[in-house]
T-cell receptor, first 112, second 113 residues
């Protein structure tokens, strides 16, 4: 079973709206990372949040982490058509010998 | 900087054929990874190399072998391809063993008939 699972599986919004994506995981983590994948391309790292952090910002991105609920959320504010992509959360587990486990991803469509 | 370069971009194999997927990074990263991506399955780790000279199995290693040729290059070999290995393969690297982001190549789309 997946360590990280994103929710919803697909999201369609209008340009200018905010997009919120969630990730839940099962075991304790060292950190959680979010990635974006445009069609036909490799994944691109967006943001990393450590287990002792609760919130991080990067431009229009805001990530939160709630270790008591084992969940994270990614908020994209003022979305643009160029934000259309798949988004993945990835977790790094203590003692996991340097590997990241990915969820199945969320497909975000931003309508112009 | 090219980042992570994968070759080939596309490949079609017949069942039973063998091939090697090549990956090279020019960022002086220590750790390298091979993932496969299938519809509805997300990314699954095949093999990884935490540092030059070491390799370890990931979640789905059966049917694959890897070689960490040097710090830059990490290849994935299919000895006898099967239709179940039809997938998109991604190579990734990162600077440190832990707590650093992965840098991905653009993938190899493999079809086994």
């Amino acid at each position: 079973s997946q360590q990280g699972e994103e929710d919803p599986q697909a999201l369609s919004i209008q340009e200018g709206e905010n997009a919120t994506m969630n990730c839940s995981y099962k075991t304790s983590i060292n950190n959680l990372q979010w990635y974006r994948q445009n069609s036909g391309r490799g994944l691109v790292h967006l943001i990393l949040i450590r287990s002792n952090e609760r919130e991080k910002h990067s431009g229009r991105l805001r990530v939160t982490l709630d270790t008591s609920k084992k969940s994270s959320s990614l908020l994209i504010t003022a979305s643009r058509a160029a934000d259309t992509a798949s988004y993945f959360c990835a977790t790094e587990i203590p003692g996991a010998n340097s590997k990241l486990t990915f969820g199945k991803g969320i497909t975000l469509s931003v309508r112009p | 900087n090219a980042g992570v370069t994968q070759t080939p971009k596309f490949q079609v194999l017949k069942t039973g054929q063998s091939m090697t997927l090549q990956c090279a990074q020019d960022m002086n990263h220590n750790s390298m990874y091979w993932y496969r991506q299938d519809p509805g399955m997300g990314l699954r780790l095949i093999y990884y190399s935490a540092s030059e000279g070491t390799t370890d199995k990931g979640e789905v290693p059966n049917g694959y072998n890897v070689s960490r040729l040097n710090k830059r290059e990490f290849s994935l070999r299919l000895e006898s391809a099967a239709p179940s290995q039809t997938s998109v393969y991604f190579c990734a690297s990162r600077r440190d063993r832990v707590e650093s982001p992965l840098h991905f190549g653009n993938g190899t789309r493999l079809t086994v008939t």
